[in-house]
């Protein structure tokens, strides 16, 4: 059974770097995509961006300019970067397994709130 | 863009519910796949797949969930709502970037 968790910091300062990472176990991260997903407080889901497990991406048109997500396949983990944050991306973020050749999203982590606040 | 309607639902136990999707775009891709999902939020859990390439229920999925449309208009029915279906449902496309619906919040009377 697949099992993916987050780690990382709840608390940001606004202007300063989200930084997350997810570890994927009882499975392979290849050959699949895998997603960072969000949900801001009161509101519905936000997907931010994929990475195939060769290192290939493609992001939320409306966060392209800052987000990085990167693939370490040697630790079986991924990584969501989003610099200059603001208080509106308060939120509970989820990192999920994105297409597997027939599903998309059909293995989610618990998701970590990271508030961002001075 | 997704739109779903309707954004709340408030149904009786035993009682059929219908959530429809629009997408702004048709969701039929070269391959011959329509890449529209449907998924459920429980209260205080992460989101769960439902329902693949429009009418296809997941692994485990009850069959009183069910899955219809084509291009770019879908709808999630389900036969006879129970009490564990509460939470919130989103419809979402991939066919390229992913877009979800704004989520449809069901409520048991």
């Known amino acids: 059974q697949v099992q993916l968790q987050e780690s990382g910091p709840g608390l940001v300062k606004p202007s300063e770097t989200l930084s997350l990472t997810c570890t994927v176990s009882g499975g392979s991260i290849s050959p699949y995509y895998w997603s960072w997903i969000r949900r801001p407080p009161g509101k519905g889901l936000e997907w931010i961006g994929y990475?195939?497990?060769?290192?290939?991406?493609n992001y939320n048109p409306s966060l392209k300019s800052r987000v990085t997500i990167s693939v370490d396949s040697s630790k079986n983990q991924f990584s969501l970067k989003l610099y200059s944050v603001t208080a509106a991306d308060t939120a509970v973020y989820y990192c999920v397994r994105d297409y597997s050749g027939t599903y998309v999203f059909d293995y989610w982590g618990q998701g970590t709130l990271v508030t961002v606040s001075s | 863009v997704m739109t779903q309607t309707p954004l709340s639902l408030s149904v009786t136990p035993g009682q059929p519910a219908s959530i429809s999707c629009k997408c702004s775009q048709s969701l039929l891709h070269s391959d011959g796949k329509t890449y529209l999902y449907w998924y459920l939020q429980k209260p205080g859990q992460s989101p769960q797949l439902l329902i693949y390439e429009v009418s296809s229920r997941f692994s485990g999925v009850p069959d009183r969930f069910s899955g219809s449309g084509s291009g770019t208009d879908f709808t999630l029915k389900i036969s006879r709502v129970e009490a564990e279906d509460v939470g919130v449902y989103y419809c979402?496309?991939?066919?390229?970037?992913?877009?979800f619906g704004q989520g449809t919040k069901l409520e048991i009377k």
């Open positions: 990475v195939y497990y060769s290192g290939s991406t």
């Open positions: 979402m496309q991939a066919i390229n970037v992913r877009t």
